[in-house]
């Protein structure tokens, strides 16, 4: 009796064994054109091995097929029925080896992991904790992830937005070698598998070929946007309108061309870190912007954890049921509408750049903040439309502008954070010294910089009428003198007692819903501020 038997060790290199006909597939087969099955094949019969026969055909052509059976069955000494049913058995192996393999190559869809009873009551019992956001800004640092608290927890929870309709994005800003990529990486480990595509470099079209709803709530985690240059359009329709099409050319089956249209649908929530925010500038205005901590106390806490790791001294595996809680955590959270009724309370610094897209994420991160405790929440429902919905609170608003303060004051300085960082540093240098001018040579080598950057520092600085030349020349250098110290205090003191002002109207609205919320009490709101810093 023949036993057949398909040999797939070596997909160049396929054996076919049946009976005492031992046959070699030489460069295995295409995985493309179903229609056809090209194979060169080598039969040698087991009563004599020291003759072989060869031979190229299209395993689908049956005058080759006949070919190949007559003249194999002649050179080994075997029936031709023998070989015939050998070749037919062949083919239908080969059909299926080529159908599992192609089956094998479509990417699996991540299993939904249903929580266990425990799972679920645990992660129930965290989302009811009283002083959520600090209770999970706990958790964060206990999954590993060292010094940056506040900055993590803002990217968790926009990475938490992924499961509304209108999800927020991210943007980690920072030097080669401050952790943006870390940063990104550590809080995307505390995301559910299900939810989440990491990237590392995509081909221009890439994205128009993912499934219709393949995209859809999940979270991109882009490594480096350098390595998404060619993506960075269809990255920024997917943030902006939630959807990309692409209209394409094809042959159909009779090879007439036809067109079609490749519709890929979101919403997506992105993340991606760079160091160049002003060659992103489109998408990054679409991104709420996390400046990264490089001083030198977070170098000391990166390092001391990094000893602590290689002695031995960390529990690890208490981080790993940190991180599979929280996770947990994620996989709780439901689809459920959000309204803010202190919307129009709300207001941003005059000296804030491109307001409306920053409004549009202030008001979409307090809503986050309100999704997130949607357990603590009463369940309202519109008498109208019959929607069910969840109301933001004074606690959220206020939670949301101390969580983007710095983001907020980042978009109001006209300097970018890198330039902003030396000269605040300059100042701190020059004030122990007790002197308002400098020599490039000498700032330079205090505050090791390279001379590039610090040339570039300097001219931004000049421009904006931060500094001023006093002396000098490009041979001996120049002397310069800071002619504005107190700037980022100004600032920072303007937005505090704005914010200070529309919090104190939204909890006198809160304590007093009988009182209408109108444009005009939005106004109310910037002139009182406007008062009071002008008072001070």
Known sequence: MIKDKLLTDNPELLHYIAGKLHITILGGIKLTGLDRLKVTLKMICTDNKQITFRHNLDLYNHIQTAQLIDRSAETLDVSTADVNLVIGQL???LENYRANHLESLKPKPQEIRKLTEAERKAALTFLQ???LLNRTQQAISQSGITGEETNSLIAYLIYTSRKRNTPLHLMCL?????????LQEKVGEL???EDKLEITTLSTNAFYYFGKEELK????????????ENVLYPLRELQSKRRISKTVTLKDSKGNMKTVTLNVEGPVCVSGCTTREHLYEDNANRCILLYMDNSQEQDKQIMDYQRRISAGLVDQYEERKVREQLKNVQRLLKPISVRNPFATYLSLPDAVFKPRRTMLLLLLFTETITYYHQYQRELKTDQDTGEQYIESTPADIEAAFALLETTLLKKSDELNDACRTFFEKLKTRLKQNHTESFYSKDIRSMLRITPSSMQRYLRELELMGYIKIVRGSRYKGFDYKVNNWNDLESLTSDTRQM?????????SVARNPTVTQTSDGLQKVQKASKKKSVTQ
């Not at 200070?500 to 939204?506: D, G, R, S, V």
Request: zero cysteines.
């Open 91 to 93: 083919t239908t192996e």
């Open 191 to 193: 995301i559910p598998e």
């Open 499 to 507: 914010v200070k002002a529309i919090l104190e109207t939204i909890n």
């Open 129 to 131: 904790t009283p002083e």
């Open 174 to 182: 920072g030097a080669s070698g401050t952790g943006k990529t870390w």
């Open 217 to 228: 709530h999940k979270l991109l985690l882009i490594e480096d946007l350098d390595g998404a």
